[in-house]
Every structure is written in structure tokens, then in C-alpha cells.
């Protein structure tokens, strides 16, 4: 079964910057796309950030222009460098994949477990 495996969140000051990765784990054979979203305490779970696997980026407000979203297909593995962070990108971190094509077959809607980004002095 494939999992999505988050990694690099971690306690930052605002004005720093944080690189998230988002693994994959399985016999993955291809993915459509990747998607980052964040989750603050009491509030929905917002989405950040999207790439497919042809390269094209997708970003919500809160991303653009301080966050890029890149990816290495031959890892299968999407990262996030997030600059200039500010106290409200403060949430957890998770990567979604709707579709992926497995050695066993198809997987959808898969959700990684997360990655706490603190923002704070």
C-alpha cells in the first residue's frame, strides 16, 4: 500500500523559511499530481499548493509569491519551500494525492499523516 511521508516541519521565526518533503512509500508507478494543504487550530483545512507531474504549479493566496512547490518525479517526491513565513502560516502540514497508480492497482484520495510548521519568536 502507498503511503505519502511528510517531513521538514519543525519551530521557524517569522521571516525564516522551512522546506517540507512529501515521499512516497510503495510500488508507485505513476501520480497525477501532489497537493499541499494546512490545518490551524479551529480552522478548515486550507489548501496551499499543488503541482502535476508534467510540472505546473498551483497555488492558493495565502502561497503565492512566499511559497514554491517543486518536484523530482524519479523520487516521486514534492517539496514546499516556504519563505518568509509569517506567525499565521503557523498549522499542519499535509500532502494529498487523489489518484495514484500502484503495482496493485489504483489508490485514491490518499493523505499523508502531517508536519507541524510553528511560526514564532
Known amino acids: 500500500q502507498v503511503q505519502l511521508v511528510e517531513s521538514g516541519g519543525g519551530l521557524v521565526q517569522p521571516g525564516g523559511s522551512l522546506r517540507l518533503s512529501c515521499a512516497t512509500s510503495?510500488?508507485?508507478?505513476?501520480?497525477?499530481?501532489i497537493s499541499w494543504y494546512r490545518q490551524a487550530p479551529g480552522k478548515q483545512r486550507e489548501f496551499v499548493a499543488s503541482?502535476?507531474?508534467?510540472?505546473?504549479?498551483n497555488y492558493g493566496d495565502s502561497a503565492k509569491g512566499r511559497f514554491t512547490i517543486s518536484g523530482d518525479n524519479a523520487k516521486n517526491t514534492v517539496y514546499l519551500q516556504m519563505n518568509s513565513l509569517k506567525p499565521e502560516d503557523t498549522a499542519t502540514y499535509y500532502c494529498?494525492?487523489?489518484?495514484?497508480?500502484?503495482?496493485?492497482?489504483?489508490?485514491?484520495?490518499?493523505w499523508g499523516q502531517g508536519t507541524q510548521v510553528t511560526v514564532s519568536s
Open positions: 494529498y494525492a487523489p489518484f495514484i497508480t500502484t503495482s496493485l492497482g489504483p489508490d485514491y484520495d490518499l
Open positions: 510503495g510500488s508507485v508507478i505513476s501520480i497525477i499530481s
Open positions: 503541482i502535476t507531474n508534467t510540472g505546473s504549479p
